[in-house]
């Protein structure tokens, strides 16, 4: 089972590496492999859309910076220089720091638990995601949004905890100005985007 976080935070290496064996079997032709990494980035999005998945334009975002920093690590270490190829090294690795980055805060919140956010370090956790919504303020243990006037806005958690089995309760302060409907949404591992296959229930905070 791939988390959605490490799905998520995997994309620029993934296809940092789709693109390096693209370009091998293409013996080095730009055009060609430009437009079969297009392809499958585009064919991965779509065949989310039609199986019912979660489709994300950041994700295909992240697709495209990854195949273009292999393809500028590419053209980089083709050079004799040893400058050219030391670059060419550091955009690898500058490719593999969003799951660095991931693999760290997914430390921190194993530390954390039964606590599922700190919100103090959530520049730093890629598993927290804002929807139509902007952070106004932050602390330790609070997150105040600001919604934007839409149908879905506010914070997604992706991965807080993979095992729930020893948990009973889930406990979620919130307050809201003026007072609005908040509904909690839970998927599970098995989540296929339907509404029997989650919790999902809706509050009133008037």
Not at 107 to 115: E, N
Not at 149 to 162: M, N, Q, S, T
Not at 183 to 201: G, W, Y
Request: glycine residues 6%.
């Amino acid at each position: 089972i791939i988390l959605g976080g490490a799905r998520n935070a995997g994309h620029i290496p993934l296809f940092m590496l789709v693109t390096w064996v693209v370009s091998r079997f293409f013996r080095g032709h730009t055009l060609k492999t430009v437009t079969t990494v297009a392809v499958i980035a585009l064919s991965s999005e779509i065949s989310q859309l039609v199986t019912g998945g979660e489709t994300d334009w950041r994700d295909l975002t992240a697709d495209i910076a990854g195949a273009g920093l292999m393809l500028a690590a590419l053209q980089l270490w083709k050079r004799t220089l040893l400058s050219a190829r030391l670059a060419a090294v550091g955009i690898v690795f500058l490719g593999l720091a969003p799951l660095g980055n991931w693999l760290y805060a997914l430390q921190q919140r194993t530390a954390a638990m039964p606590c599922l956010a700190r919100f103090d370090v959530s520049s730093l956790d890629p598993a927290q995601r804002t929807m139509n919504a902007t952070v106004s303020a932050r602390s330790e243990t609070m997150l105040s949004l600001t919604l934007q006037p839409k149908r879905y806005a506010g914070l997604r958690l992706l991965d807080p905890i993979e095992d729930w089995s020893s948990y009973d309760h889930l406990i979620i302060n919130f307050a809201t100005a003026p007072p609005v409907p908040i509904t909690i949404r839970v998927h599970d591992r098995a989540h296929n985007n339907e509404h029997e296959d989650r919790f999902n229930r809706r509050f009133d905070t008037g």
